[in-house]
């Protein structure tokens, strides 16, 4: 019995591990907003046009794959900046992969993401 329970208990934890936030997802990098190739927080030139994002503690070069909770569209994106700093963001994406999952005109929309 108590190796069933040990497993059950490790199992939970990866998977509770895995699961990241909930709350509201924007972008950034409108043109002439950061110059292309300006030095990210991790080091990397910034890219609109990248699947990247920024997070605020998420360590650089961690995958993540974010989900509007409006329309269930996915995206797979590796933090490479930090942020945002605006309160109940949780996740900036580039310009670029926010069009895959939300209209740009729109700006931000609700979220949550899981660790790849």
Known sequence: MK????TAFVLTISIAAVHGETGECSWYGAEGEIPQGWPTACGEGFDRFAMKAAHKTLPCGTKIRVRNLDNGKTVEVTINDRGPFTP?????????????????????????????
């Open 88 to 116: 109940g963001r949780i996740v900036d994406l580039t310009y670029e992969a926010f069009g895959y999952v939300e209209d740009r005109d729109r700006g931000r929309f609700p979220c949550d993401y899981e660790i790849l």
């Open 3 to 6: 190796p069933i329970l040990l």
